[in-house]
Antibody
Framework: QVTLKESGPGILQPSHTLSLTCSFS??????????VSWIRQPSGKGLEWLAS???????YNNPSLKSRLTVSKDTSNNQAFLKVTSVDTADTATYYC???????????WGQGVMVTVSS | DIQMTQSPASLSASLGETVTIECRAS??????LAWYQQKPGNSPQLLIY???SLADGVPSRFSGSGSGTQYSLKINSLQSEDVASYFC???????FGSGTKLEIK
């Protein structure tokens, strides 16, 4: 079955770069149609899609954050990565990765990793 | 960008009741709509995709409908385990609705 798990620093300082890893099993990001997306949720608030990476290496970022986001993948190790540059307190949230296919909805989600930006 | 307007923001209903949550898109999304359930402390789970298709393992008391810009999620015979927040999402460019918090009266 498909499982995903996020990992990250927990806490980081403003202006630094946030690096997150999504480790997954049950599918391969080298298989046609597979994708991993990143979504975040500030505590008690709604969901915001951040970025997606696809089996063919194509990436698609939220235009409101586009220049700050980088997504990448390591197919051989079944991992996907998200980098967010120049973080500030507004980036404090739980970050999720999710499995998607060319159907585009998010059918499996990780448990999430909480990230706090604080000096 | 396509905007999703979800209502109501919160909802209180009795066990056994039927509840409806609505989402309106700012333009036609051609049924490219999903509904997710997020129980307290958990990650979101897919309930409905393509506006009206039930995801694997989801109880049949959940149903989705709609087309164009108007969509709804209906929960029949409300159960205690349905206490959660519910989010719609259009997947033309992945915008989520603001969520509906469902409680038992």
């Amino acid at each position: 079955q498909v499982t995903l798990k996020e990992s990250g620093p927990g806490i980081l300082q403003p202006s630094h770069t946030l690096s997150l890893t999504c480790s997954f099993s049950g599918f391969s990001l080298s298989t046609y149609g597979m994708g991993v997306s990143w979504i975040r949720q500030p505590s008690g608030k709604g969901l915001e899609w951040l970025a997606s990476i696809w089996w063919n290496g194509n990436t698609y970022n939220n235009p409101s954050l586009k220049s700050r986001l980088t997504v990448s993948k390591d197919t051989s190790n079944n991992q996907a990565f998200l980098k967010v540059t120049s973080v500030d307190t507004a980036d404090t949230a739980t970050y999720y990765c999710a499995h998607t296919t060319t159907t585009d909805y998010f059918d499996y989600w990780g448990q999430g990793v909480m990230v706090t930006v604080s000096s | 960008d396509i905007q999703m307007t979800q209502s109501p923001a919160s909802l209180s209903a009795s066990l056994g009741e039927t509840v409806t949550i609505e989402c309106r898109a700012s333009e036609d999304i051609y049924s490219n709509l999903a509904w997710y359930q997020q129980k307290p402390g958990n990650s979101p789970q897919l309930l409905i995709y393509d506006a009206n298709s039930l995801a694997d393992g989801v109880p049949s008391r959940f149903s989705g409908s709609g087309s164009g810009t108007q969509y709804s999620l209906k929960i029949n015979s409300l159960q205690s385990e349905d206490v959660a927040s519910y989010f719609c999402q259009q997947y033309n460019n992945y915008t989520f609705g603001s969520g509906t918090k469902l409680e038992i009266k």
